[in-house]
C-alpha cells in the first residue's frame, strides 16, 4: 500500500479536505485526551489541532503533502508502533485499516500504546445501499475481502461502542461515498484517482459510461429520487471507539 499511496497521494490534499462534521465525530470520540497518535495519517486530515499529537504514515507522498503546521510525522506502520506501551492518551485512524497488511496486529499495536480510548472510522462491509455499486458490483466484493468486520474490531481491541457516521451531501472529503448527491463528480477521472478502490477494481470505464447516459436521460434522478432531498445519510461508516 506504500507504493499505491505513492500514486494515489498525488493531488491528495486538494481531494481530500476534512469536513468539519466527520471532524467533530471524531473529535468528540477522543475525549479529553491530551495526547494524540494518529495512525495511517496520510496529509493529516482530521488530526486534532488543540492536542499534542503525533503521526504516523508510510507513504512518502503523502508525508510531502502535509502542511508545514501538521504535526511531526514518523514514517513507519501500523503493525510495528516504535512507541512505549502506554506512550498516548488516545490514539485514532481515519480509513486506513483496511490497507493495513496485518490488521489484527496493527490495532493490537495501537491498543498497546494507547492509555485510554482507540478511534477508528472505518466502513461495515455487510452495509448494503450505495448506488454507486448498482454500476460497479466489485466494489462491494473487494469490501468483502479488504474491510474488517465489525465484531473483528472488539475481538482485536476489546470492548467497542460502535456509532454511525452519517455522510452530509456537500461533505468535503473526497472518499467513496462523499459524492452520493453529485452522481457526476464519479466520471471525473481526477476524482477517481483519490479514491483507492478505483485502484483496486478493474477498468470502470463502461460502468460510467452507463451512468453518464443515466446521468443524461434523468434515469439516475428518477431510480435514487429518494435520495435528492436529503442532507446526509447513512452509508456504512462507522466511528469505533474503545471503552474504558
Known amino acids: ?5 505513492d500514486s494515489i497521494g498525488v493531488n491528495y490534499s486538494d481531494l481530500r479536505k476534512p469536513d468539519a462534521r466527520i471532524k467533530m465525530a471524531i473529535s468528540n470520540a477522543l475525549g479529553s485526551a491530551r495526547t494524540v497518535l494518529n ?3 496520510g496529509t493529516g486530515s482530521y488530526e486534532p489541532t488543540d ?30 508502533l516504535p512507541f512505549d506501551d502506554n506512550s498516548f492518551d488516545a490514539s485514532m485512524a481515519v480509513l486506513t485499516v483496511h490497507h493495513w497488511t496485518d490488521k489484527e496486529k496493527g490495532l493490537k499495536e495501537m491498543r498497546r500504546v494507547t492509555r485510554e480510548q482507540v478511534v477508528i472510522l ?7 445501499g450505495f448506488w454507486l455499486a448498482d454500476y460497479i458490483p466489485e466494489l462491494v466484493e473487494l469490501d468483502d475481502v ?15 461502542e460502535t456509532t454511525p457516521v452519517q455522510i452530509p451531501h456537500d461533505c468535503s472529503d473526497g472518499f467513496l461515498a462523499a459524492y452520493w448527491r453529485r452522481p457526476a463528480a464519479y466520471l471525473d477521472p481526477t476524482i477517481r484517482n483519490a479514491i483507492s478502490c478505483f485502484w483496486a477494481v478493474d477498468n470502470v470505464s463502461a460502468a460510467m459510461q452507463r451512468l453518464a447516459k443515466d446521468l443524461d436521460s434523468g434515469a439516475w434522478a428518477q431510480r435514487y429520487s429518494e435520495l435528492l432531498d436529503l442532507d446526509e445519510h447513512d452509508f456504512g461508516y462507522r466511528l469505533v471507539t474503545t471503552k474504558s
Not at 500500500?1 to 499511496?5: F, G, H, Q, S, V
Not at 492536542?51 to 502542511?67: D, F, H, K, L, W
Not at 472505518?122 to 448494503?128: A, C, I, K, V
Not at 479488504?146 to 467497542?160: D, H, S, Y
Request: charged share 20%; proline share 8%.
Open 1 to 5: 500500500m506504500r507504493a499505491l499511496y
Open 146 to 160: 479488504q474491510m474488517p468486520r465489525m465484531t473483528e474490531f472488539e475481538a482485536w481491541l476489546g470492548p467497542v
Open 39 to 41: 495512525v495511517g495519517a
Open 51 to 80: 492536542r499534542s499529537v503525533t503521526a504516523i504514515e508510510p507513504s512518502i507522498e503523502m508525508i510531502r503533502q502535509r502542511a508545514a503546521s501538521a504535526a511531526p510525522v514518523i514514517r513507519s506502520c501500523a503493525e510495528n
Open 122 to 128: 472505518t466502513f461495515d462491509p455487510l452495509y448494503r
